[in-house]
C-alpha cells in the first residue's frame, strides 16, 4: 500500500514552454502532498507543500508564478513549471502524506534545450 | 533552515558485512524516517519510527529511535549489492509541521 505514481517520469522541452507534472496517490488518499526539487549529489529541497482544495504554500525563494501547483482533487496534484529555462532542468520529486508519513513518487526528470 | 546530522556520508563495505549509520539533531523529532534512494528513482521508505524507544526491523534492516527524542540509528546487517544506493534520514518536529527535516544523505557501495 500506500504507492504514489508521477508522470511523466522524464521530459525534454524548449525553452520557453510549459511542462505539467503529475503526482498521484494509487492507493491512498492524501490531502497534503509535497513537491521536491533535487540536484545532483544533494538532499531534497521542498519546493512547495499541495493542499487539497486550498492554495499550495511555497517555500522560500521559489517563485509561485512559475511554478504552479493545483491540487484539485484527493489523490491528485500537479506542478506546472511555466516558460521553462534551462535552469529549471532537474529532478523533480513529489510526496505524499499518509499516516504521519510520506511516501514518494518516482520522480520526474527535466530537461530544457 | 534546521537539518539533521547525517554520519558517515559514505560508506565502502564488502558484501555480507553489516553497517550502521545514524542521524542526530539539537531538536526534538516525533517521528523518524528512513528511506533509500537509488540513481534517477524516487527515495523509498525503509522503517518509520513513531515512540522515542521504539526498535523496529523490517527484514535485514533495524532502527531506532532514539530515547532523547534527538537521534535515530539505521543498522544494516549482512549486506547485498542490491542495498547499495543513498540512505536519507528524515524527520518531523514537534508542532504540528508537516514539513520533513532531511539529513544529508549516506552513499552505501557494497563490493561483490
Known amino acids: 500500500g500506500a504507492v504514489v505514481s508521477q508522470h511523466p517520469s522524464w521530459v525534454i522541452c524548449k525553452s520557453g514552454t510549459s511542462v505539467k507534472i503529475e503526482c498521484r496517490s494509487l492507493d491512498f488518499q492524501a490531502t497534503t502532498m509535497f513537491w521536491y526539487r533535487q540536484f545532483p549529489k544533494q538532499s531534497l529541497m521542498l519546493m512547495a507543500t499541495?493542499?487539497?482544495?486550498?492554495?499550495?504554500?511555497?517555500e522560500q525563494g521559489v517563485e509561485k508564478d512559475k511554478f504552479l501547483i493545483n491540487h484539485a482533487s484527493l489523490t491528485l496534484s500537479t506542478l506546472t513549471v511555466t516558460s521553462a529555462h534551462p535552469e529549471d532542468s532537474s529532478f523533480y520529486i513529489c510526496?505524499?502524506?499518509?499516516?504521519?508519513?510520506?511516501?514518494f513518487g518516482p520522480g520526474t526528470r527535466l530537461l530544457v534545450l | 533552515g534546521q537539518q539533521l546530522n547525517q554520519s558517515p556520508q559514505s560508506m565502502f563495505i564488502q558484501e555480507g558485512e553489516d553497517v550502521s549509520m545514524n542521524c542526530t539533531s539539537s531538536?526534538?523529532?516525533?517521528?523518524w524516517l528512513w528511506y533509500k534512494q537509488d540513481p534517477g528513482e524516487g527515495p523509498v521508505l525503509l522503517i518509520a519510527?513513531?515512540?522515542?524507544?521504539e526498535l523496529t526491523s523490517n527484514g535485514r534492516l533495524t532502527a531506532q529511535f532514539g530515547i532523547t527524542r534527538k537521534d535515530s540509528f539505521l543498522n544494516i546487517s549482512a549486506s547485498i549489492p542490491s542495498d547499495v544506493g543513498i540512505y536519507f534520514c528524515?524527520?518531523?518536529?514537534?508542532?504540528?509541521?508537516?514539513?520533513?527535516?532531511f539529513g544529508k544523505g549516506m552513499k552505501l557501495t557494497v563490493n561483490p
Open positions: 510526496s505524499a502524506k499518509h499516516q504521519e508519513t510520506q511516501y
Open positions: 499541495s493542499n487539497e482544495g486550498s492554495k499550495a504554500t511555497y
Open positions: 528524515a524527520g518531523l518536529t514537534q508542532g504540528g509541521s508537516e514539513k520533513l527535516v
Open positions: 519510527l513513531y515512540k522515542a524507544g
Open positions: 531538536s526534538i523529532f516525533n517521528t
